[in-house]
């Protein structure tokens, strides 16, 4: 039977140290894993929209005119440091006895998920102030479904990295925290992932 | 902004059904707006006889316990089923009327345009959203994890919230009758039409969110059948000994995975379009509705073999049941089912060959379409070949599959025409394809379902379904087909389009009065339906089958009492083979103590399926109407919930070993006492679910 | 190449390449090195053993270090390469395009832990089959889209 003993789901795996969920992460785990899958599509046809709309401009400011590189790289920098962080805090949830760190390195991911969300709605309320806001054209509906659907599921997973917070606070690190926790460290990666095909599609190729 | 936007929105009287009528009285406001009355007042008599009869009854806590918040994925799956029939029972109803009016149609009619309009936009968007889905939805809910040995579906309160999310969104519709006007857009709501520009009203918001909600549930439905497929089967059952139904509702459920995501697309941007004036699909500002034809059909032909597979499963499993005979050609349904559903992503422009790209786009995406007849016609063989030299006994669920062979093969040739480009453009749009799509769904599709409604339910409830009942139902479900789609062949070939109201060439006028009459002898169909369920209950004592196996059927879900007990498996069975049970049966090693029970470990209740269908519920509604604290308390109710959940601890209950061995040997018992019957007497109420073995029970080699 | 940035000589361009790329190696020479210790304890399994658990802590904390310091380095290469307008608009195009496959690897593979050989079948399956749905979906899109816009002018 697929409840094998060398459990390899994707994600961090908390090994035999962990009896407790064992049983359960590889079935929880491949749920959420296809869940991201489907998630993927999403932002797949998403994607194939922008690309068909970007030369609809309608008149308006195209990509080279509204983009800022420099807001870009300080937001890519803090994600990607941020899937580091949540990397170190997952090897907290396996390693280490006691909750601190974990909760510590939550706290760095939510930081630096803080820049880049403020830095992402900075650049928002540039493009609306220049006079590209998503109704302006096909172009900027494109643009404004896209990349703010990435900002709102990095917000979501603050959202779920604060609960998970609070369930520790509550009752320590159980099954379901640590399930929680791997879940979520599936989720924020691909959320990594998926901005870096938003940075190279979105900006670099509007700025090339 | 007065007192009233802030409270309603632009709910208002005029979104009362009669509220036209009164304020112009003209000969067709009082036509249209006596019906859609009397439609909404037998709505919402129907809702509170229903209420005052659960209050006398005193079963509103009987309800919420057992059924509302149950978590079982038995009774998630009946009350699927149930929801189906409830708005199969409306959207044949819109049919009927929809047939009347065209019988009548010649120079007008007594139906006003919009009107119709309505009526075929909710009679699709039900009967694919509301009616096909939920009831494959719950068949393979019930069945499924009874087939590959386990106890429940992966994540079972996700389960009951899927329900929930489906209810909501066909409450939608349910509430647009009596509310406000339902979209004229058909079952697709195409743009540019649907958008705010030419559609100001609540009619497209009203489909938006009814199929964003459902979309959802499917969305999640789906991944908990996949993993429960994946994950859960009993030790020794490898994917090759799969029943042939769990192998098509593993193929299903991951279509559902992938085709549900583009649906969810285009209904959102189409709903950024209308409320925050977004331009994806506009005329102006650099709009292209043609994307939205593409994203719409990227989920819609997927869909098309969402609702297929499953219903080839069910047939897989009837015809060699009530055939006595093992499946034929195993192994080249399974590769004809995955064959269809990977096929299936790669044909959805043949929804458009009429858009206006080049002739080598079109021709591709035709090749493609007709490669999928092949794997089709492998499995039409297969069964035919399943009941070749078998001795086949003529009960209900096979009459279905019968009619769905022979019109089902009609269907299918329709569908390699519409597949030539070039004869696509002659048809396109006409009544040729409203006759083909209804003659793949209904015998394909709906004769499915039903079938499994007869070979599962006693195993839901314990006792079988009247024959003779079923049997009348069955033959005017396949006569009333033929009589109301055969002539639509015909008049769709000669030109009449789709979603016209009225016309005014009398040639058309007798194929529109026999396809009445094929309206009619559905209506009666769906009334024996009901009628039977009544009469079946009735003799429940009767047709009682408790022993569990009243077929003679090979899988593990007839080696378990009927009603199968809530943890399904007193011990998780082991596989060694396809058809495990006919197997034990040939050996004698069926109906076992086994040697030692355990405590089984269940899954508690939970409420947020319910919780996420009222919150849902509302905001959808506020949406609609634009009431906007409405909208913000139901997000903030979705919130809670689903972080709440998270909160959760102590989900589990424990059905203690000796209480799973006193049920287990009170069946045993059961099953001691019961004499077992022959198949020539399987219809009769001497059957109690035991099945003898003779010279025609299935053999397994 | 809008926006009045000018292209720069080649002299410049193959320096700065060339600095890019040994920035590019430097992580996955620190990499090569440190697998040594993985297959050790990547085996063995940690079972509480004080020594083997703190040499399995630090196989993964090197594989994060690894993936974060190449995901810095391959985000840097385009930003780069689009900041200075290093190459021509369609090789530039190619280049970031290429970078990003290349990234997007890199993530699955160390912050996602999916390695092949050693996957659980089901979910490298998984990702092949959405791969598959994916391309052939936004692929298409694209495909009828381009072809209905090139034959509206
Ligand atoms: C058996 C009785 C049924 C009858 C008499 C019937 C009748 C009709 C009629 C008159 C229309 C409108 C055709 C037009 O465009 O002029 C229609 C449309 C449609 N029907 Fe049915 N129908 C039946 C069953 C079903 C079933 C079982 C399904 C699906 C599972 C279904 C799905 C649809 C869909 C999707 C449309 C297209 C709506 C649109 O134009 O957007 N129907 N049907
Ligand atoms: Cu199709």
Known sequence: ?208 | MTLHHLLLGRLDLHALPFWTMIEHPTHETIVNGTITTAAAGLEVLAAIVVIALVTRAGKWRYLWSEWLTSVDHKRIGIMYIALSFVMMSRALIEAALMRTQQAFGLGGGFLSPEHFGELFSTHGTIMIFFMAMPFLTGVINFAMPLQIGTRDVSFPVMNSVSLGLTTAGAMMIVISLALGKFSTGGWSGYPPFTEAAFNAGVGPDYWIWAVTLSSLGTMMSGINFAVTIYKRRAPGMTFMRMPLFTWTALCTAILMIFAMPPLTVATAMLALDRYLDFHFFTNGSGGNMMNYANLFWLFGHPEVYILILPAFGVYSEIFSTFSGKLLYGYTSLVLATMAIAVISFAVWLHHFFTMGQNASVNAAFGIATMLVGIPTGVKIYDWILTMFRGRVRFTVPIVYGLGFMMLFVLGGLSGILLANPTLDYQVHNTLFLVAHFHNMLIPGLLFGMLAAYHYWFPKAFGFRLDERWGMISAVSWIVGFMLAFFPLYVIGAMGFPRRTVAYFDPVYRPWMLIALAGAAVVLVALASLFVQLFVSIRRREALAVPAGDPWDGSNLEWAIAAPAPEYNFSVIPDVSDRNPFMIAKQKGDAYQTPAEFQDITMPKNSPLGMALAVAGGALAFGLVWHIWWLVALSCLGVLVAIVGQGFARDCEKVIPAAEVRRQHEAWLRTVAASRAVPRDLEGEPANTGLAARDRFSQAAE | MSGGKKAVGAGTLVRRLAILVVAALLPAMFARRRTGTRSLAGSTGSHGRPEDEQAEYRRELGSYVRGVSLAFVLTAIPFALVHWSMLSHGWLLVAIGVLALVQVVVHFRFFLHIDPPNQHTDDLMLILFTSLILIAMAGGTTWILTDLAARMH
Request: glycine share 10%.
């Open chain 1, 1 to 208: 039977m697929s409840r094998a003993k060398d459990v390899r789901h994707p994600g961090l795996r908390l090994g035999e140290g962990h009896p407790d969920v064992a049983a359960d992460a590889e079935e929880m785990n491949f749920g959420f894993w296809v869940f991201l899958m489907s998630d993927a599509i999403v932002f797949a046809l998403l994607f194939a929209t922008y690309a068909r709309m970007v030369s609809s401009v309608a008149g308006g400011l195209g990509p080279e005119a509204l983009f800022d590189l420099k807001s870009i790289t300080i937001e890519t920098a803090a994600l990607l440091a941020s899937s580091f962080t949540f990397g170190m805090a997952s090897l907290a949830l396996k390693y280490a006895r006691s909750p601190r760190p974990l909760v510590k390195w939550l706290c760095v991911t939510l930081l630096l998920a803080a820049v880049f969300l403020g830095f992402e709605l900075h650049d928002f309320a540039h493009m609306i102030a220049m006079g590209a806001g998503p109704s302006r054209s096909g172009f900027a509906s494109a643009f404004f479904a896209l990349v703010p659907l990435h900002g709102l599921h990095v917000l979501a997973g603050c959202v779920w990295a604060i609960a998970l917070m609070a369930q520790i606070a509550i009752h320590g690190i159980d099954k379901e925290v640590k399930l929680g926790v791997q879940r979520l460290g599936l989720f924020w990666h691909f959320l990594d992932i998926v901005w870096v095909v938003i940075f190279t599609v979105v900006y670099l190729g509007g700025l090339a």
